[in-house]
């Protein structure tokens, strides 16, 4: 591909790359897989930007506390922050941001 020179391919070239990162990020947070780590943990996917990493006896640590750990959240939940809350909020700045914009 050749390098941009005006400002109209700059342009477009930015916008193509915007949509590429996009996808990549829908794809990556809507993906949850599971994977070993380079230190022998479990790494989990797809539940925020970072992989959520624990060591096998970790993993079996937290799941025998799940019943626990869903309780607590019911119990907080309007203490509790949600991604889903969040990226409505981002997605709304965004928009505002952009009507500033023009």
């Known amino acids: 591909m050749s390098t941009p020179t005006t400002t109209a391919e700059l342009q477009a070239e ?3 790359l915007t ?4 996808e990549l990020k829908a794809q990556e947070a809507a ?3 599971l994977a ?3 230190k022998g943990a479990i790494s989990v ?3 925020g930007r970072f992989p959520v ?3 096998k006896e970790q993993w079996a640590k937290v799941l025998s506390h799940a019943s626990e750990i869903i309780q607590f959240g019911d119990k907080n939940s309007a203490e509790l922050e949600s991604n ?3 990226a409505k909020v981002a997605a709304q700045l ?3 941001q952009a009507k500033k914009a023009k």
């Not at 949509?19 to 996009?22: M, R």
């Open 45 to 47: 996917y797809g539940m």
């Open 36 to 38: 070993v780590s380079e």
């Open 53 to 55: 990493t624990l060591y």
């Open 94 to 96: 965004e928009k505002a």
């Open 14 to 16: 930015i916008a193509r």
């Open 19 to 22: 949509k590429i990162n996009s």
């Open 31 to 33: 993906e949850f897989r």
């Open 84 to 86: 889903q809350v969040k």
